[in-house]
């Protein structure tokens, strides 16, 4: 995979919480922080304003996407001047059904919820982005989240079969698309971190190979060749923009790929030490251990088997 599909596919856990909410009147919603998760907002309807935990207000409108990477609490208000009445509203409980019926044409209606991470998903690719993300949907060049939020809309204006299926794809594709969004606008400027590592040419290249072939035996040579550098230069350049010297940063992504199949999946651990370049299950244990502080095992069992893992577990048995 590439890059940014790669740390999407580990990091997130479980379904996307969603809710369609209409707002009428003076009116102002308080959502509590939610540590080790990305919240969203998209108003599908009208206006209102974003007002961040000590930061200025960010005037939205319809057609209007805001992530929030880090979980961070905040008002959504008809004005930053309305204070908040109601209790403060846990994004990541939000789950409400989708229905957007006979509501005045004078409503605001914003989609809010939350994506959970993986216990382990803090990738640094995440830790990078600003604590909000507003997206103009309207300027050039985002027209594809422009149609994931009009399908959205589409879903929450006339709810169907199939619709509970739809809501959570588009919202994965949303996440998808605003973050690719960001990235690409971020990347014409200058400077450290991930927006610069994926726009340099020879640190991007490292790090694609290494989420590509995670197995692989890779060294700093032979990934300072891909990157058309010699191996120092190669090694500064790629822990100044990633934060981590190349084999740490292989070692991690290794570690964290093994936590996602252990979670979920049943495989053996000699399959997943095969699957991220250990040639023994006492290898991958020993590594594991180190930067979980658990063993393999013991971590596995801390988590439930999805119904999914359940089923073709019990497929293979037979009766």
Do not use: N
């Not at 935990?53 to 959504?76: F, K, Y």
């Not at 640094?124 to 103009?136: F, M, S, T, W």
């Amino acid at each position: 995979m590439d890059v940014l599909s790669d740390v999407l596919s580990v990091v997130r856990a479980g379904r996307p919480r969603s809710a369609l909410v209409t707002w009428q009147g003076s009116w102002a919603q308080e959502f509590s922080p939610v540590p080790g998760a990305v919240g969203f907002r998209v108003v599908v309807r009208g206006d209102c304003v974003l007002v961040p935990a000590g930061a200025e207000p960010v005037r939205l409108v319809a057609g209007d996407v805001v992530l929030l990477p880090h979980g961070r609490g905040h008002v959504l208000a008809d004005s930053p001047a309305t204070p908040p009445t109601a209790r403060p509203c846990d994004p990541s409980a939000e789950d409400r059904p989708l229905a957007l019926v006979d509501t005045p044409e004078s409503s605001t209606v914003t989609l809010c919820g939350a994506y959970e991470l993986a216990p382990e998903g803090r990738h640094p690719l995440l830790q990078d982005l600003p604590e909000v993300i507003h997206l103009d949907t309207r300027a050039d060049g985002l027209s594809e989240l422009r149609t994931v939020v009009d399908l959205l809309g589409a879903e929450a204006a006339r709810p169907r079969l199939g619709t509970d299926a739809a809501i959570p794809a588009l919202l994965d594709m949303l996440l998808l698309y605003a973050l690719r969004a960001w990235f690409d606008d971020a990347r014409t400027g200058s400077g450290t971190g991930w927006a610069t590592a994926l726009r340099d040419p020879g640190v991007a290249a490292a790090l694609h190979a290494i989420h590509r072939k995670p197995a692989h035996p890779w060294t700093v040579a032979s990934l300072a060749a891909l990157a058309g550098l010699s191996r120092a230069p190669f090694a500064r350049r790629f822990t100044e923009l990633v934060g981590r010297p190349p084999m740490r940063y292989l070692t991690w992504w290794r570690m964290t790929t093994a936590a996602r199949l252990l979670r979920e999946s049943d495989a053996p651990l000699s399959s997943i030490a095969d699957a991220v370049g250990y040639q023994s299950e006492f290898a991958l244990a020993v590594a594991f251990k180190r930067q979980y502080e658990t063993p393999p095992g013991k971590y596995r069992r801390s988590f439930p088997l999805s119904p999914e893992t359940r089923s073709r577990r019990a497929v293979r048995r037979g009766p």
